[in-house]
């Protein structure tokens, strides 16, 4: 079993929807979380940390589940130049030093 | 400006050649890792390294070997031992808070391909 697994998408988003995935993890000592985003042919970029409690960055809310071991992102009033790539990335406690990305969820936001 | 510096950009290489990778960050960071991302795929874990003189193997080391023996530098060589070397090569660094490690920041990638 794969440490963190995203569903692939595509995701196709009419702009202007709302639209949500998730991201699983299997080490229950992983203690940060991310959401990257990353671009056709481009770096990834720290889209959003993940709180405890949840967190909201404008049309962004990311929420943790530790009880089922996944983070999920919504992205509300979807854009069309939100289409993109979403890595998730986790970290555990029992080995700080080593960051593991998912796979990725292709979103395509259409007209 | 603080960041990180991948480079080349764009890498060719001929069949049995080893070919470095360059990653420097000055951000003070302590942790660097690299990752091979292949097309529509995710990044997969090369090498990481928490501290100077210190790295781990990731999932995919075969045919990799890096050395970090300056805090802001950590390159990365691909032998002719890796049999399907050609992707985009990700280098990141991050930091350590509370125990576990902050957010990583990205290289602009170097794009290898064997011809």
């Known amino acids: 079993r794969k440490e963190v697994e995203q569903d692939p998408g595509p995701f196709n988003v009419p702009e202007g929807a709302t639209v949500a995935f998730n991201c699983t993890y299997s080490n229950s000592a992983s203690q940060s979380f991310f959401w990257y985003r990353q671009d056709c042919r481009k770096e990834p970029k720290l889209l959003m940390s993940v709180y405890s409690s949840g967190n909201e960055d404008g049309r962004f809310t990311a929420q943790l589940n530790r009880a089922s071991q996944y983070i999920s992102l919504l992205i509300r009033d979807s854009k069309l130049s939100d289409s993109a790539t979403y890595l998730c990335?986790?970290?555990?406690?029992?080995?700080?030093?080593?960051?593991?990305f998912g796979a990725g969820t292709q979103v395509v936001v259409t007209p | 400006d603080g960041g990180i510096t991948q480079s080349p950009k764009y890498l060719f290489r001929k069949e049995g050649q080893n070919v470095t990778l360059s990653c420097e960050q000055n951000l003070n960071h302590d942790a660097m890792y690299w990752y091979r991302q292949d097309p529509g795929q995710g990044l997969r874990l090369i090498y990481y390294?928490?501290?100077?003189?210190?790295?781990q193997k990731g999932d995919i080391a075969e045919g990799y070997s890096v050395s970090r023996e300056k805090k802001e530098s950590f390159p990365l060589t691909v032998t002719s031992a890796q049999k399907n070397p050609t992707a985009f090569y990700l280098c990141?660094?991050?930091?350590?808070?509370?125990?576990?490690?902050?957010?990583?920041?990205f290289g602009q990638g170097t794009r290898l391909t064997v011809v």
């Open positions: 990141a660094s991050s930091n350590r808070d509370r125990g576990a490690s902050t957010e990583a920041f």
């Open positions: 990335a986790v970290n555990s406690l029992d080995s700080w030093g080593k960051l593991q």
């Open positions: 390294s928490q501290i100077v003189n210190d790295f």
